[in-house]
């Protein structure tokens, strides 16, 4: 087993400002993902990456940069926060090249004032 | 268009009853996903299948590829139950496309 750690659990922050979210997982698993819930919606996939070094876009990565430090962490900047901008920001990970399920972290609400 | 959608969006059942919740597919089928997210907006996994039907509980979920559908079944719902049921499609190793949610409310 594993666990998957995302921090800060709850991030505030002014228009404008750059914000940086992060994830770390021990399963050893090779993908990590960043995704975005909107209150009452479905998971929009921001970055994933396959191994250490590795980013591939999703389909909502504009505003967004993310980095691959290592293998066990997978970081989000929200590059230039928007006003009453309100999000659960959800990392995840799976093993590599197979199909296997993912699992996924606590969460980061984040609010922008 | 979507490649997943999830019926119904919303549901209310009473303890004790059961129903089903199910994902279309409108592209290649690898493999699918259940979540149930609680009310703290944690994702828990209930079913990863590639095929034929798993079963937990009182959770079931089916995988048809030839129809391009998944479903879920809850029987003897319980007041724990209650939350946001999501399914994702799994169409290559790395992608996952998720459905917009079933809520559902459990009564007493």
């Known amino acids: 087993g594993g666990i998957i750690t995302q921090t800060p659990k709850f991030l505030i922050g002014q228009e404008g400002q750059k914000l940086t979210l992060k994830c770390q997982q021990n399963?050893?698993?090779?993908?990590m993902y960043w995704y975005r819930q909107d209150s009452g919606k479905g998971l929009r996939l921001i970055y994933y990456?396959?191994?250490?070094?590795?980013?591939q876009k999703g389909d909502l990565s504009e505003g967004y940069d993310a980095s691959r430090e290592k293998k066990s962490s997978f970081s989000l900047t929200v590059t230039s926060a928007q006003k009453n901008e309100m999000a659960v920001f959800l990392c995840?990970?799976?093993?590599?090249?197979?199909?296997?399920?993912?699992?996924f972290g606590p969460g980061t609400r984040l609010t922008v004032l | 268009g979507d490649q997943v959608e999830q019926s119904p969006s919303a549901l209310s059942l009473h303890e004790g009853t059961g129903s089903a919740l199910r994902c279309n597919f409108t592209?290649?089928?690898?493999?699918v996903q259940w979540f149930q997210q609680n009310s703290r907006g944690s994702l828990i996994n209930l079913f990863y299948?590639?095929?034929g039907t798993k079963e937990n509980g009182r959770l079931k979920s089916t995988f048809n590829s030839k129809e391009s559908y998944s479903t879920l079944h809850i029987r003897d719902a319980q007041l724990e139950d209650s939350g946001t049921y999501f399914c994702?499609?799994?169409?290559?190793?790395?992608?996952?496309?998720f459905g917009k949610g079933t809520s559902l409310t459990v009564i007493p």
């Open positions: 399963f050893n698993h090779d993908t």
């Open positions: 994702a499609l799994n169409t290559g190793y790395q992608n996952f496309y």
């Open positions: 990456s396959i191994t250490e070094n590795d980013l």
């Open positions: 995840a990970s799976k093993t590599g090249y197979n199909y296997a399920e993912q699992f």
């Open positions: 299948l590639a095929s």
């Open positions: 592209t290649t089928m690898r493999a």
